[in-house]
C-alpha cells in the first residue's frame, strides 16, 4: 500500500485530547531523512527542557514528493521512529504550506536536501503567519561533501543541528565566515545512535559490509570492492560474511544508486561461496550480529563506533574526498582488504571519537539537551521573527530563483500558478496523478539505472 494522500489522511500520532499538545510536523524527501527526521522529533520532544514532561506530544509525517520519495517497504525497514509509517503522508510543496499555515504546528522538522530547505523556509517566511512554528533541520550523517552550499542553503532556520563538536566548529564558522549568524547552530548528535554494546560471542563471526548507493560510482570500483569481499567470505569459510544493501533494484535512497550491488554479484564469475550474504532489513538489528563493519564512509560505521563494534574504513580505492573516507583520517580505522584478510582489527583513536558525536563514552543520553533547551526557550518566547535566510533575491539573484522554482515557488516564495494545492487532491485525480507520478519515476529510475550507464560505456569506447 502507498502512503495515503488523500486530505482525511490520519495523523502519525493520534492527536490528544489536550488542546496543549505539542505538535511537530517532519517533512522528510528520502528514507534516510525520513528516519532521521522523525527520530530528531521524538529527542526534540523527550525531555523537560521543551517544556513537555507533562505534555503530550503529536507528531505529523510528511513525505515531499519528489525522485527519492520512499516506499512503504523502505519506510518500513527503517526501524521503530515512532511514527505509524502508514499513516505518513505525500505532499507537494504547495500542500505541506498550506498544512503548516491552517493546521498550527509548534515545531517544523525539514530532513530535506539543502535545496530543498532553502526553499522550503522562503515559503514558510512567505506565510507571513502571526504566530509560525520553530524550523529545526541538520545532516542526516556525515558531512564530506558541499559543506559550505549545504550550510547556506540551511540557513535561515532557527535551529541547525550539528551531529557533533566538530561539525558545529566547521558549521558557525562557514556562517560567521560569510558575515551570517551563526546562532541557530547546535551540537547534538546523530538520533539514531543506539543499541546494546558490542559483546564478543562464542561461535560467532560475522563481518558486514555496509555498502552506499553512490560510493564509490564506478562499475570498475563497486566490482572490486564486491569481489574482495567475496574472496574474504572464501578465506575464512567459519565466517558469516554479509553485504548490508540500502535498497532494491529500483527503490532510490538519499543518494542515486545506478550500480547495485545485487546486479553486479549476479554477473561475479565462480558465484557465491555458502558463508556469503546479501541482507536488508534496519542497521540497528544487523549491527545486533556483527562482529567487524566493513565500509568506505558510511554513517553506518558511527552507529558501529558507538556501539564499540569494531570498525574498518577501507583504503583500497585511496583516502579521497570524492569517496568521503577522508572524513576517518586520525580514527585509527583507515585500513585496506589486504589487512583484514591477515586478520587486522582497527582500534579507534579515542580523542578522534571524542570529537565525532558518536558518544561511545555513555554520553549520549545528554546530547539533545541543548538542543531540546533552544527550542523550548523559542517556543516559550511568543511569536518569532519572520525567518530570514542568509540567500535572498538581492543576495543571490542568480542562484536562489531557479532553487525556487525547482519546488514551484515564485521569487518571493509563494507557489507558483498550477501548484498542487489540497483542493485539487480529490480521490479521482488524485487516482490519476498517483499513477502518472509512478509512471515518470518507473521511467527515471530506468534511466538512471540502464540507460545512463549505457551511454558512459559508449562515450568511453
Request: proline share 7%.
Amino acid at each position: 500500500m502507498p502512503p495515503r494522500t488523500d486530505d482525511q489522511a490520519a495523523p502519525a500520532v493520534t492527536p490528544a485530547a489536550d488542546s496543549a499538545a505539542l505538535r511537530i510536523a517532519v517533512l522528510a524527501d528520502s528514507d534516510t531523512r525520513w528516519k532521521w527526521g522523525a527520530l530528531t522529533a521524538r529527542r526534540l520532544a523527550g525531555g523537560p527542557e521543551a517544556g513537555t514532561a507533562d505534555r503530550p506530544v503529536e507528531i505529523r509525517g510528511l513525505l515531499l514528493r519528489g525522485r527519492a520519495t520512499p516506499t512503504p517497504r523502505q519506510l518500513a525497514e527503517v526501524g521503530e521512529v515512532g511514527v505509524d509509517a502508514g499513516r505518513v503522508r505525500e505532499v507537494t510543496t504547495a500542500e505541506f504550506l498550506h498544512m503548516v499555515r491552517d493546521e498550527g504546528y509548534d515545531v517544523v522538522v525539514l530532513a530535506l536536501v539543502g535545496g530543498a530547505v532553502q526553499a522550503m523556509l522562503h515559503g514558510l517566511a512567505a506565510l507571513g503567519l502571526p504566530r509560525r512554528p520553530v524550523v529545526v533541520t541538520g545532516y542526516v550523517g556525515v558531512v564530506y561533501e558541499k559543506l559550505a552550499d549545504g550550510l547556506l542553503l540551511r540557513h535561515g532556520a532557527d535551529v541547525v543541528l550539528a551531529n557533533s563538536r566538530h561539525d558545529a566548529s566547521r558549521f558557525r564558522a562557514v556562517y560567521e565566515g560569510v558575515g551570517a549568524d551563526a546562532s541557530s547552530v547546535t551540537e547534538a548528535a546523530l538520533p539514531f545512535l543506539g543499541g546494546e554494546p558490542h559483546r564478543a560471542q562464542d561461535g560467532r563471526d560475522t563481518v558486514v559490509f555496509a555498502a552506499q548507493p553512490s560510493v564509490p560510482a564506478s562499475r570498475a570500483d563497486r566490482t572490486y570492492l564486491l569481489r574482495r569481499l567475496v574472496e574474504h567470505a572464501r578465506l575464512h569459510p567459519g565466517r558469516e560474511v554479509l553485504l548490508k544493501l540500502r535498497s532494491k533494484p529500483g527503490e532510490h535512497t538519499t543518494h542515486i544508486e545506478e550500480l547495485p550491488y545485487q546486479r553486479l554479484a549476479e554477473r561475479l564469475p565462480g558465484g557465491l561461496p555458502p558463508n556469503f550474504r546479501l541482507v536488508y532489513g534496519h542497521m540497528g538489528e544487523v549491527l545486533d550480529r556483527t562482529d567487524l563493519l566493513v565500509t568506505v564512509s558510511s554513517t553506518a560505521a558511527l552507529e558501529s563506533l558507538h556501539r564499540r563494534i569494531p570498525t574498518a574504513v577501507l583504503s583500497d580505492l585511496g583516502v579521497r574526498e570524492a569517496l568521503g573516507n577522508h572524513h576517518f583520517i586520525g580514527s585509527g580505522l583507515i585500513t585496506s582488504w589486504d589487512h583484514l584478510d591477515g586478520g587486522l582489527c582497527p582500534e579507534p583513536d579515542e580523542e578522534w571519537l571524542a570529537g565525532q558525536g558518536v558518544a561511545a563514552d555513555g554520553s549520549y543520553g545528554a546530547a539533545y539537551d541543548t538542543a531540546r533547551a533552544r527550542v523550548g526557550a523559542l517556543l516559550a518566547a511568543g511569536p518569532l521573527p519572520r525567518l530570514a535566510p542568509y540567500y535572498t533575491p538581492a543576495t543571490a539573484p542568480g542562484y536562489l530563483p531557479g532553487i525556487l522554482a525547482r519546488y514551484h515557488l515564485g521569487p518571493d516564495g509563494r507557489p507558483l500558478p498550477g501548484a498542487v494545492t489540497p483542493k485539487e487532491t480529490g480521490r479521482v485525480r488524485g487516482a490519476v496523478r498517483e499513477t502518472v507520478r509512478n509512471a515518470a519515476r518507473g521511467a527515471y529510475r530506468h534511466g538512471v539505472q540502464r540507460v545512463a550507464p549505457v551511454i558512459r560505456r559508449m562515450g568511453e569506447l
